[in-house]
């Protein structure tokens, strides 16, 4: 029976390699992620108020902690309907959502949109970990509270990816929030961090996720490992998750299914999906592929010429790539229209 235990030995002896490689991959992330700016591609075109016609953008700055936090109050001429609160998603900032935020504001909305902490505008030495999303947000919800441009009017959020992740989180925070879009968004950042690096090795998976969750632990303390499925249990006001079934930066499988069966029948939480989408659900399918294949392309070539990945990124047809699904667009619309409340607020 000699080899019952040599084969218990192997098996331990593994399982504890696996779990070491998790863990340090957990910590390495930590670092390579967490622990650097994001001031977007310097390549790439970030649509302003100034590619739209009669799209204005009032500069605003206010504290998140110890950050200041830069961003803009779009509006266009004439009465709003209420102020959105966007939130965007990981890997540069909220000018990379223009063409959203220019229709939100088509609709009658006012919308502030900032920069999170080490991204773009803002300060911050480094982005710190995706929990300081919702610090950030709810720090924009102080500001749009006191501001006498803002102040009166009633108060939505709107985000996607680690913006929507930022949402799910702080909605149930923010009293005076009175309805949420969260678009494609994860359930935990520790969590969707392993899914990417180690998809189906769950042993890999749930180790360097339990290395996250301790260093984010020890960095914000008690406010750290949101999970979005737990923050809206509770929940006793409106919220619309939007979800791709394609998509393959927050999975689908690990995330929008189980937030679907978590909620079906939730009285508060409804969620949508679609199964030709991707991550970016409210763009066309066509410019979502077209985006992937354009950006990928120009990736390809820039490991061997920066110079020629230089131009292709100047020849990108940006409107292309960005146009929007007007049916999820108005779909969101009608979502946020239909839970304003009757007076300002």
Same mark, same amino acid.
């Given at each position: 029976?000699?080899?019952?235990?040599?084969?218990?030995?192997?098996?331990?002896?593994?399982?504890?390699?696996?779990?070491?490689?998790?863990?340090?991959?957990?910590?390495?992330?930590?670092?390579?992620?967490?622990?650097?700016?994001?001031?977007?591609?310097?390549?790439?075109?970030?649509?302003?108020?100034?590619?739209?016609?009669?799209?204005?953008?009032?500069?605003?700055?206010?504290?998140?902690?110890?950050?200041?936090?830069?961003?803009?109050?779009?509006?266009?001429?004439?009465?709003?309907?209420?102020?959105?609160?966007?939130?965007?998603?990981?890997?540069?900032?909220?000018?990379?959502?223009?063409?959203?935020?220019?229709?939100?504001?088509?609709?009658?909305?006012?919308?502030?949109?900032?920069?999170?902490?080490?991204?773009?505008?803002?300060? $911050? %030495? &480094?982005? @710190?970990?995706?929990?300081?999303?919702?610090?950030?947000?709810?720090? +924009?919800? =102080? !500001? /749009?509270?006191?501001?006498?441009?803002?102040?009166?009017?009633?108060?939505?959020?709107?985000?996607?990816?680690?913006?929507?992740?930022?949402?799910?989180?702080?909605?149930?925070?923010?009293?005076?929030?009175?309805?949420?879009?969260?678009?494609?968004?994860?359930?935990?950042?520790?969590?969707?961090?392993?899914?990417?690096?180690?998809?189906?090795?769950?042993?890999?998976?749930?180790?360097?996720?339990?290395?996250?969750?301790?260093?984010?632990?020890?960095?914000?303390?008690?406010?750290?490992?949101?999970?979005?499925?737990?923050?809206?249990?509770?929940?006793?006001?409106?919220?619309?998750?939007?979800? $791709? %079934? &394609?998509? @393959?930066?927050?999975?689908?499988?690990?995330?929008?299914?189980?937030? +679907?069966? =978590? !909620? /079906?029948?939730?009285?508060?939480?409804?969620?949508?999906?679609?199964?030709?989408?991707?991550?970016?659900?409210?763009?066309?399918?066509?410019?979502?592929?077209?985006?992937?294949?354009?950006?990928?392309?120009?990736?390809?070539?820039?490991?061997?010429?920066?110079?020629?990945?230089?131009?292709?990124?100047?020849?990108?047809?940006?409107?292309?790539?960005?146009?929007?699904?007007?049916?999820?667009?108005?779909?969101?619309?009608?979502?946020?229209?239909?839970?304003?409340?009757?007076?300002?607020?």
């Amino acid at each position: 029976m000699d080899w019952i235990w040599i084969l218990i030995a192997c098996i331990g002896g593994v399982s504890a390699v696996c779990l070491g490689i998790g863990a340090l991959t957990g910590v390495y992330a930590v670092h390579k992620i967490y622990g650097r700016r994001y001031n977007g591609n310097p390549h790439i075109k970030y649509f302003s108020a100034n590619d739209f016609e009669g799209l204005s953008a009032e500069p605003v700055d206010f504290p998140s902690g110890d950050v200041t936090l830069r961003g803009y109050i779009y509006a266009r001429q004439g009465q709003s309907k209420g102020v959105i609160i966007f939130s965007h998603g990981f890997g540069a900032g909220h000018t990379a959502y223009t063409t959203e935020i220019d229709r939100l504001t088509r609709a009658g909305y006012k919308v502030l949109a900032f920069d999170n902490t080490g991204c773009m505008r803002s300060g $911050g %030495e &480094k982005l @710190g970990g995706f929990d300081r999303g919702v610090a950030d947000l709810l720090a +924009a919800v =102080a !500001f /749009a509270r006191a501001d006498d441009r803002l102040r009166g009017y009633a108060k939505m959020f709107v985000g996607h990816s680690w913006g929507a992740f930022s949402v799910m989180n702080a909605y149930p925070l923010a009293e005076d929030v009175v309805c949420a879009v969260a678009m494609c968004g994860f359930i935990c950042g520790a969590d969707v961090l392993a899914q990417n690096v180690f998809g189906k090795l769950a042993p890999l998976r749930f180790a360097m996720a339990c290395a996250i969750r301790a260093c984010m632990r020890a960095r914000f303390k008690g406010n750290a490992n949101y999970r979005s499925d737990r923050s809206l249990q509770t929940i006793a006001k409106p919220i619309l998750l939007l979800y $791709g %079934e &394609k998509d @393959g930066t927050v999975r689908y499988r690990w995330n929008g299914k189980k937030m +679907a069966a =978590a !909620f /079906a029948g939730h009285p508060y939480v409804r969620t949508k999906t679609y199964a030709g989408k991707g991550h970016n659900v409210y763009l066309t399918d066509e410019a979502e592929v077209r985006m992937h294949a354009v950006f990928g392309a120009i990736g390809k070539i820039a490991k061997k010429d920066k110079e020629r990945a230089a131009a292709m990124y100047r020849e990108v047809d940006y409107a292309a790539i960005t146009r929007e699904d007007e049916t999820v667009m108005e779909e969101i619309v009608a979502f946020l229209d239909g839970n304003l409340p009757c007076e300002r607020a």
